[in-house]
């Protein structure tokens, strides 16, 4: 469960709101009254209040099947707060909007969440340069926004509104870097491949721990890639192994299920940087899960589905102590949430950043993601 400390709430409040304004909606919009639709529950005399959150993912184009892992989770949230009475007597609605994980249209697709008043939250954007691109315009609306996925540390920082579920570019770099400077397979130095959003922390990590390679000869220096599942798989396709004889590490985003669609053997022992956690969910979660999406939650959707219990519980407080919602009261809550998790205790620092986040190492066998790295 979650608890909220009041005085802890006060503080917050203080250092993490900001003044706001609202820009514009639109492109991929799936409404579900996930009461009716998917818990088949009646409202019996009357309809209660309805509040809408949002949420921005790829519906379509490469990472579509990323983007229904991840629906499929927020929606059996939503279905499970609307089946017990919603949150504090309001009903559920959810606005779910495509991005096609492209920058450009996850900026316009918030600014499309930002007109509607009754919409006083949102779940995602899910990759580093869409949630980058939309933070702007939901800074502008005042809309709390959880991200499961490694939103860079500079666009946390700047937007108080703004809460990651992942670890920092920071840890993540560094246990990456670590790995690679002592595993057997290299030669305690690294190469960083120049194009990615996540070099610049591979490569600060990298220069921290004295351990950039500058050359570009043939050498048993690690390859890190901070790219994204498409431009990842692009790179090992034709990667020169007579050149870059040592390990390969990847940023978070570097392993995706197109690496391994696109990419096939070539991206084998891969090794992976993340926050997601390859484990046995609750019995309750994976096959109430199942019944909605035909198939096992992959680890994102348990991260999405964690996000949107924490986003629903701060609605929740903020209704029972402010008698209706707001979206400054939301951001509010959420900065001051503790909620235990299938992943893990729950909480925000002053930054929105996960505390105590965790980082796990996995590496590519076969067409698995989630292998253990050596």
Known sequence: MQSIDARGLARIVVRRTTAIRAPALGYLLIWLWTSLALAGCTLPHSTPPIIKIGMIAPFEGLYRPDGYSVLYAVKLALSERNATGGVAGYGVMLVALNDDGDPSKASMQARKLTIDPDVVGVIGPFSRETAAAAAPALAAAGLAWISPADVPDDVVQQYPNAFRLFASDRALAETLIGWATKTPGGNGLVRVWNAGAFANPLRAAAIRAGALDMETGPSRAALALGTDPEQTADILRVLDRTIYQGPIIGGPEAA???????????????????????????????????????????????????????????????????????????????????????????????????????????????????????
């Open 256 to 374: 995706g299920v197109v690496t391994i669609q696109r990419a096939g053997t070539a991206a084998m022992g891969l090794v992976w940087g993340t926050s997601l956690q390859a484990k046995v969910w609750p019995d309750a979660f994976a096959l109430a899960y199942r019944d909605l999406a035909h198939t096992s939650p992959r680890p994102e959707a348990a991260l999405a589905y964690d996000a949107t219990q924490v986003l629903l519980d701060a609605i929740s407080w903020d209704i029972t102590h402010n008698a209706r919602p707001t979206r400054a009261g939301v951001v509010a809550a959420v900065s001051a949430t503790h909620w235990q998790g299938m992943n893990g205790l729950i909480a925000f620092d002053a930054n929105g950043s996960w505390i105590n986040a965790p980082v796990h190492l996995y590496q590519i066998v076969g067409d698995q993601r989630f292998g253990l790295a050596p």
